[in-house]
């Protein structure tokens, strides 16, 4: 069985690249741990600099993996919202590079990396409420920051998909480009990021991020809170039975 996850160390930066392609890089409790693990020792190594976060030119992320999201739930799993907080502590820079599916937490993710490079081929769909759960990962506050409340209903309560043009405009995309591009490029704004003065790099960071950082950790609080209910809730378990049947 190929591993779920690769990684890969180079010049201050580390890559991790999702590789469950048959399931669209839909992740598992697995998965999650290992991300985990991952960010965890990225975070504690001082030789580090930069993280990298990518799928193929064709996918970065469908999601979760519903069978196992259930699974793990109902056995009191909480891989995903430990990434989830994780991924808000997280102190250094974070870079992603997206193609194909950027489904729920192949979104919410990307409103905590530093850049986001997206080809021309993703394809962004927050679809919660359609699952009868709730937004997660912050995003219901990061998401209305960025774009406001009025749309931010509209990708998170409708569901509504949106291109990488449009992901460029809302500011959740830094640059769009060819599918074929995706990789080098991000490797490049990666490994620009990692030489410059990292003092210098993680205090500007840490300035630009201070205003929302108990803000964010109220935000998953909340988010989780609603999900746990919604989870347990009548109409998110026959949503749920109905898309296995």
């Known amino acids: 069985m190929a591993d779920l996850i690769l990684t890969q160390e180079k010049h201050g930066v580390f890559i991790i690249t999702l590789n469950r ?20 020792y990225v975070d ?20 979760n993996d519903l069978q196992d999201f259930i ?10 919202l430990d990434f989830v907080n994780i991924l808000k502590d ?9 193609a194909g599916a950027a489904v729920g937490i ?19 769909k927050l679809p919660f409420t359609q699952l009868g759960l709730c937004p997660e990962a912050g995003s219901s506050l990061l998401l209305t920051q960025l774009i406001g409340q ?26 769009v480009c060819q599918p074929n591009e995706l990789l080098a490029i991000a490797d490049k704004i990666a490994s620009t990021i990692a030489k410059l003065p990292f003092d210098s790099v993680i205090a500007s960071r840490k300035l630009i991020r201070q205003a929302n950082i108990s803000l964010i950790d109220q935000a998953i609080k909340n988010e989780a809170n609603e999900f746990s209910r919604l989870m347990n809730t009548a109409a998110c378990k026959n949503i749920l039975a109905q898309f296995f049947n």
């Not at 699974?71 to 995903?80: D, M």
């Not at 993710?109 to 962004?124: E, Q």
């Open 150 to 175: 009025s749309k931010a209903f509209e990708l998170m309560v409708l569901g509504n998909g949106f291109t990488a043009e449009q992901a460029e405009q809302y500011g959740i995309v830094n640059q």
């Open 71 to 80: 699974e793990s739930t109902q056995g009191g799993e909480l891989a995903a």
């Open 90 to 98: 997280f102190s250094k820079p974070l870079v992603a590079a997206v």
């Open 106 to 124: 192949g979104t919410t993710l990307l409103l905590h990396c530093d850049m986001v490079i997206a080809a021309n081929n993703s394809k962004f």
């Open 21 to 40: 392609l048959e399931k669209k890089n839909a992740l598992s409790t697995k998965m999650y741990r290992q991300l985990c693990q991952h960010f965890t």
């Open 44 to 63: 504690n190594n001082p030789n580090i600099h930069c993280l990298l976060i990518q799928g193929n030119e064709n996918c970065f992320c469908a999601g």
